[in-house]
């Protein structure tokens, strides 16, 4: 192959591509570049910042918000106010705004981030409409004239009130964010927010507190914004209220999303592209059409449609292509072992299940159901299609709440606490229809099951203070997946596996949590012969190691030959306990399954 500027790209490795680039992007005001284009580029700068953010939180957290440009005003009032009314250094007034901008986001987080569906865009439209009409009608702030004379920036005595100056700062902060937001996805509390957006069920029941990380990453996201509304009030020397509006708000979204809402490179050639053609079209069309307007807003709807159609990851699809991929290093061979909790002995009783009820309004799913289970042992629970496996699974984990009745596990009654604070004391499960992040390695995927084993957060991954930990939890996790014979797949990517290997990558998640108890809803539902005798020979040498399983199934044959014990339910109540082979002789079981008579 020739050696083009491809081969260049991907000469350099992932590990020296990204300096390569700062130093290049660092080193443009050195060169003979006309002024024109620094300003140009100082704005693309901004608008990354912000799109970034938008990365984080729609992209990947999957929170849609059309409400950014407001904390862009925040961090731009807040210092253009406090430098020129009360002549505060705009650095004290950069802290003074971000710790505005964070308490804002509290706020507005803690109302809007419970909801869920389209109700939260909505959310983020009211505050991002309130937040600039706040702005624009508050006296001190100059309403809708603003804030004239706002101060240039100085760096050490250094004046930054050309356009040079300020793109060292604005760039040096760009990539400096890119970087932090890069090591944050790669890692513990990265996991954490990816596996928001597939919904929160299986991220708490890893131990993970979904609100939390929603509003980690929505404050993440306010204070990029607001830092880019304090460099934008130093760099323009004024503020007014719009470039704050919610249309501008609805321009970053577009940015994050033309550019590829999932990848942080995405959000900067958003900004890029936007920020270029618009100013292009701006000239270009009043030519064309012989009057003037915002007609580069029709061509950008019209490329929305066409990007979202052609490339639903946004531009960075083609660009990504350049870069080399990123290939995680195996360095954990050294690491110690997590921490791991007491097990229960062999013989001890592990679940004690009284009379648990659960009632969807008239409907009773399941009908004051008891069964026991004891360390050591596998209990399958079984029945037909609605018999109420699932609910009473559901009840036990504490993804339901129940109506009456109590679970006992390891000698605490657990009814009542959420899936969170039960995976906390020891139960793992896995679910009916898998839920994993298929955009992650099998690996990261397995790794989110040591979750609570460790606790590095977001500042710690930011500063790479948690490399220590990251290869204990990946150790941990390839232990699991060779556990159950996987380890040669670590590195693929989830959403790349058959189903029956992305039912056993569940099964090594659940183990990575270190359980007392594993909970296996439907294991061997859609899989083939194969696959489900594979899945048969992992759990049977997992009953060998000792650990309790409870298992959901309505497939008999698979079942049979596997559990110590069985529970059958049908229409919500239980029909009978016993041995494999009681259960099998039973006619009311064979009548219930088979639809035959007594
Ligand atoms: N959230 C809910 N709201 C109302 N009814 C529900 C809800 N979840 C389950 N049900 C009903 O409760 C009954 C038991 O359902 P459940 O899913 O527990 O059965 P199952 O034995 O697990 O069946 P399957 O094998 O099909 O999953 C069914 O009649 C079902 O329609």
């Not at 918000?65 to 925040?74: I, N």
């Not at 919904?199 to 939390?212: D, K, L, P, Q, V």
Request: charged share 15%; glycine share 10%.
């Amino acid at each position: 192959m020739a050696f083009g500027p491809r081969r260049a790209v991907q000469f350099l490795s992932a590990k020296w591509l990204l300096p390569a680039f700062a130093l290049l992007l660092l080193a443009v005001p050195l060169l003979p570049v006309p002024e024109f284009w620094i300003t140009q580029l100082n704005y693309i700068g901004l608008y990354s910042l912000v799109a970034l953010g938008l990365v984080l939180l729609t992209g990947v957290a999957g929170l849609t918000s059309f409400g950014q440009a407001a904390f862009v005003g925040v961090g731009a009032y807040t210092s253009a106010y406090l430098s020129t009314q009360l002549a505060v250094s705009p650095w004290l007034a950069l802290f003074i705004g971000l710790a505005l901008c964070v308490v804002v986001a509290l706020v507005l987080g803690a109302l809007t981030l419970r909801m869920s569906g389209h109700y939260l865009p909505l959310a983020t439209l009211a505050w991002g409409l309130s937040l600039n009409y706040t702005m624009a009608n508050m006296e001190f702030l100059g309403k809708y004239d603003g804030i004239l004379g706002v101060p240039a920036l100085s760096f050490f005595g250094l004046s930054l009130a050309d356009g040079r100056g300020m793109y060292w700062l604005i760039w040096s902060i760009a990539l400096a964010a890119a970087v932090g937001v890069l090591r944050v996805l790669d890692s513990r509390a990265g996991r954490a927010i990816r596996a928001l957006k597939s919904g929160t069920t299986m991220a708490e029941a890893m131990g993970i507190s979904t609100f939390r990380y929603k509003m980690t990453v929505f404050v993440m996201a306010a204070v990029l914004a607001a830092i880019s509304g304090w460099l934008f009030a130093h760099f323009q020397r004024t503020v007014n209220p719009s470039p704050f509006s919610l249309g501008k708000g609805i321009e970053y979204l577009f940015m994050a999303v033309l550019g590829g809402v999932s990848h942080v490179w995405g959000g900067f050639t958003g900004a890029a592209v936007v920020k270029l053609v618009e100013d292009q079209l701006q000239v270009l069309l009043p030519k064309l059409i012989g009057t003037s307007g915002n007609f580069e807003t029709i061509v950008f709807g019209l490329v929305l449609i066409l990007v979202l159609k052609y490339a639903p990851e946004g531009l960075w699809t083609f660009l990504g292509r350049w870069v080399p991929a990123f290939r995680r290093q195996k360095d954990w061979h050294d690491a110690q072992p997590l921490p791991a909790r007491d097990k229960p002995q062999r013989g001890e009783l592990v679940l004690d299940v009284q009379k648990v009820r659960k009632q969807f309004g008239g409907l009773v799913a399941v009908n004051d159901v008891s069964f026991t289970l004891r360390a050591g042992d596998i209990m399958g629970l079984l029945g037909p299609n609605g018999a109420g496996k699932s609910t009473t699974f559901n009840l036990i984990t504490g993804v339901l709440g129940l109506t009456s009745g109590q679970v006992v596990f390891r000698g605490q009654n657990v009814a009542g606490l959420s899936s969170r604070e039960i995976a906390r004391r020891g139960m793992s499960r896995t679910f009916q229809h898998v839920k994993m992040i298929p955009e992650m390695t099998v690996l990261e995927n397995v790794a989110l099951g040591g979750y609570l084993r460790s606790s590095a957060g977001v500042t710690r991954a930011m500063l790479r203070l948690d490399r220590e930990e990251e290869k204990r939890l990946f150790a941990e996790a390839e232990r699991q997946l060779a556990r159950i014979g996987m380890a040669l797949q670590m590195n693929e990517l989830a959403g790349n596996l058959a189903l029956g290997p992305q039912r056993l990558m569940e099964i090594a998640r659940a183990l990575c949590t270190d359980p007392a108890l594993l909970l296996l809803d439907e294991p061997a539902a859609g899989l083939r012969l194969k696959e489900k005798q594979a899945l048969a020979d992992v759990l049977r040498q997992l009953k060998a190691e000792g650990l309790t399983i409870l298992l959901v199934e309505h497939d008999m044959d698979f079942v049979m030959g596997l559990v110590d014990h069985i529970t059958v339910m049908e229409f919500g109540t239980k029909l009978m306990s016993g041995t494999p082979a009681e259960v099998q002789a039973s006619p009311e079981v064979r009548a219930a399954y088979l639809g035959t008579e007594h």
